[in-house]
Every structure is written in C-alpha cells, then in structure tokens.
C-alpha cells in the first residue's frame, strides 16, 4: 500500500508529518514493507504572506487551503495540520480524524534579556522585568489583548515566519520579548528558550494550541480506519469543545478570542473569552460530562453571548 501525507514546509509541520508517519508504520508492526509512506510538502498561501497580518487576507484558513485541494484532487490520501490552523468550518466531503494525544497547549514569552534567576518567575510577575514600553513582538490579536491586561504600556509589533526566523529576530534585537506557542518549541527541542510558560487558565489560549489533526477524504474509508489508532479520545473531546466554543460564536478570524478546555476523570471543563480591540473583555467557564463535549462548548458560547459577548465582537468590525 502506498499512503501520501501533505504538509507545509516548515521544520515544525515537516516534524508532525513525519510523527503521523512513524505512528503509521508502528501499528503496522511486522508489516512495514507492506505500506510505502511519502511526504509531500505544499506551499500555502499563508507562508507566501510574511509581511501582514492574515487577518487581512482571510485568517489560519491561509495554512490549510492549498492542502485540502490536494485532498480533493487525490494528490495525498491525508493531511497534517496544527489543528489550531483548521477553520471552524472544514469542506464537506472532508473529516477531522485523528487528533493525536495534546502536547503543551500554552502560550510563551522569550525574553531578549534573560533574568538572573527564573525563581520565582510566573506568568503574571514576569512583565515586571520588562522596561517602560517595551516592544513585543506577535501577529496574534488574542495575545496582544491578553498581554496588555498585565501591562497597558507595551509596543506590539507584528512578528511572521518560522520560529527559527521569530528566534532570531529576538536575538537581533528586534523585541525586547516574543510569544510563540510553546508545544513548537517543544517539538523541535528548543524549550530551553522558553523564559515563562503563561497559565492557560489566565492566559486563555488559541482553540486547539497544542492538538496535531489529520484530515482526509470523508469517503476514503480505507484511510479512516488506518488513522483511527491514532486518535487520543480525551484530546478529542477537548480541542472539538473548543472548536463548537468558537463555532457557536461565529466570530471572524480578526477577532481576539480564544478557548481552552481540559478533563478531570469523567467531566469536561471549558474556558474561553472574547474581546476587541478596544479593551473590552468578557470570559466565563462551563463544566459538564466529557461524552457531551460538543454541547459543553456550544453552552459556553451562548453564555458568553447572554453576558454580552456579541456586542464586545461587533466592534472588531467597526
């Protein structure tokens, strides 16, 4: 059998890819010679958009849209994607299979100039190290509405490219700090960088950070059950609470909000906020049972949206 992965470029994709690639191989055990996995990179239209905003030209859907037409096109029988990259609202004929098990799903700050000891450090008394205005470099609505709740007088400048490009960009002096994904850093061995993990119970982060998704051709049912060991069911139901969470607000990629959920035994938790970009900022938590996950999030948003929520959003579009 010969299976065909699709994926970005990037170190970081290229390394998902080839995870779900040895996964595949393992569960074929003693079989390996029987299945031939090729990974094919594709360009897509957000890594050919380095200098603005993609909320300008169309959101995450950007880091997908080229690969799921290959999808289509029968060009590759899967796709890898940080899932946080997936709308909201994927093409029928496609399916989100398996989600691999959740690697950190927090946020991150680097700092330009490290502190002499990190005792003591956390995600909230870390900004106190920063100087009056310092610049801090994102591209990320949500982050730059998170961080300036711990202090009113940062500079945010845009900050693209891959995380070596963001890294360096640091090193350059560009940014006094920069906030990445932390589950990035971690896959490509590079955490010892990492200066502060921020609390994703304050620090609200992106629906899906941390979650790997592969997708395929709903009516391949073949690749459907190559892919089903693969799934992690708790990571499932979380990241697709969070999804039905940010689906239910039916917000544009311009706007800053984000969803974070975890399980403890049977009962799922969710927390998630919405703001603008003028300050305003609601957030509220749901709990229910883990096997009504979906509902758990639509609840969430709609608790949001009693509170107030699609006023604060509607001034995104102002």
Do not use: W
Request: glycine residues 8%.
């Amino acid at each position: 059998m010969r299976l065909k992965i699709g994926t970005r470029a990037s170190l970081l994709a290229l390394y998902q890819a080839n995870l779900v690639k040895d996964k595949i191989k393992q569960l074929f055990g003693d079989q390996n010679k029987k299945i031939d996995i090729e990974i094919k990179t594709i360009k897509t239209s957000g890594d050919k958009i380095l200098a603005a905003s993609l909320s300008n030209f169309g959101g995450k859907g950007l880091f997908v849209k080229e690969i799921e037409e290959a999808l289509f096109n029968e060009d590759i029988d899967i796709a890898v994607h940080s899932l946080k990259d997936v709308p909201q609202v994927i093409p029928e004929e496609l399916t989100l299979g398996a989600v691999l098990k959740r690697d950190d799903p927090r946020d991150c700050v680097i700092l330009k100039d490290k502190p002499e000891s990190d005792k003591g450090l956390n995600s909230v008394n870390f900004v106190s190290l920063l100087k009056n205005h310092a610049i801090v470099g994102t591209s990320s609505l949500r982050r730059r509405v998170l961080f300036a709740r711990l202090r009113d007088d940062i500079i945010f400048e845009p900050l693209r490219g891959n995380i070596d490009t963001r890294l360096g960009k640091l090193r350059d002096g560009f940014f006094d700090a920069i906030i990445l994904s932390s589950s990035g850093l971690i896959r490509l061995n590079l955490s010892s960088n990492i200066d502060v993990y921020l609390d994703p119970l304050t620090f609200i982060p992106q629906c899906g950070q941390g979650a790997i998704v592969i997708e395929y051709k709903g009516a391949r049912a073949d690749i459907g059950e190559i892919i089903k060991p693969l799934n992690d069911e708790d990571t499932k139901f979380s990241v697709f609470a969070e999804r039905a969470c940010i689906k239910g607000l039916n917000c544009g990629c311009a706007s800053p909000v984000g969803a974070y959920s975890y399980i403890e035994g049977n009962d799922i938790h969710i927390k998630g906020f919405v703001s603008n970009t003028y300050g305003e900022y609601l957030e509220d938590g749901v709990t229910g049972k883990k096997m009504d996950y979906e509902n758990v999030g639509k609840s969430l948003a709609l608790s949001l949206i009693d509170k107030g929520g699609l006023e604060i959003l509607e001034k995104n579009n102002v």
